[in-house]
């Protein structure tokens, strides 16, 4: 277990120790818009595909937090719950983190070393994270899909992704907690992909949820999430996860710790 409380920065706590010895820790910390955090919910609750035998249940194995951040819980479905959370699923070794907290940058670079290092104690051979970009593109996801590029940190990661036909990043500049694990994978010669999802102003995230979706069942095989109930209750999935991240955001302002408006961009 990491142990930084006194210094003030980040520590991830383990509540339940769980075999993820070669496993995937799928990263969905939110940062300019809700959508890992969107993402995070359907992976949580969504059904598998009707020709899996089971559904893909998580049991939450960690929480993370710090002096730093807002002094909040939050509560799904009458139980409470840290603001930042690791789930996984030991048979399929698929790990999960969510968090309502938009990522803070005074800490961001400290909570990706955490997770980087939790990740490799824990035996997890691939970190997978979602992020969005900004677009100026105007159209709706019904004219033109919602893109999605992917970024490997080396050469297997890159021949894997370009296997799932993900169409590789070739220039731009990704900021925040994505690009402190993809330079932590780098230097450590570790596996971490992200995946960028577009985000449109005036559209629908879940749009792009759907989309991320999708590349994770092709990622990850063991997944197979369905889309079409994704789709069905679209607005009901978006809402929650907004109202909980904008009552995160509030929680941040009023202690000071305002979220600062960012881009990755493309």
């Not at 992917?150 to 590789?168: H, M, N, Q, Y």
């Not at 694990?181 to 570790?190: D, V």
């Not at 629908?204 to 994770?216: F, Q």
Request: charged share 25%; aromatic share 8%; net charge negative.
């Amino acid at each position: 277990m990491v142990k930084d409380m006194d210094s003030g920065l980040f520590e991830i706590r383990d509540v339940i120790d769980m075999d993820l010895e070669g496993g995937t820790l799928i990263e969905c910390f939110p940062s300019i818009s809700a959508l890992a955090l969107i993402t995070a919910n359907i992976l949580l609750e969504a059904k598998r595909s009707p020709t899996e035998d089971h559904s893909v249940q998580f049991d939450q194995i960690a929480v993370g937090d710090s002096n730093k951040l807002p002094s909040i819980c939050v509560v799904y479905y009458s139980k409470p719950k840290f603001p930042i959370r690791i789930y996984a699923n030991e048979s399929t070794k698929i790990a999960l983190l969510a968090s309502e907290i938009p990522q803070y940058p005074p800490i961001t670079r400290e909570i990706g070393k955490k997770i980087f290092k939790w990740s490799k104690d824990k035996g997890i051979k691939r970190i997978i994270s979602v992020e969005g970009f900004t677009s100026d593109y105007k159209q709706s996801p019904q004219q033109i899909p919602m893109r999605v590029f992917g970024v490997g940190t080396t050469e297997s990661c890159r021949a894997f992704l370009d296997e799932k036909k993900i169409t590789p990043l070739d220039h731009g500049v990704i900021k925040g907690l994505s690009a402190v694990l993809l330079n932590e994978g780098w230097f450590a010669h570790s596996e971490v992909i992200v995946i960028l999802g577009e985000v449109r102003q005036h559209f629908p995230e879940i749009r792009t949820a759907a989309r991320i979706i999708e590349v994770l069942n092709s990622l990850l095989p063991s997944l197979q999430i369905q889309i079409e109930p994704i789709l069905a209750h679209a607005d009901q999935i978006e809402q929650m996860a907004l109202s909980m991240r904008n009552q995160a955001n509030a929680a941040m302002e009023s202690e000071g710790q305002i979220s600062f408006k960012d881009k990755t961009y493309i």
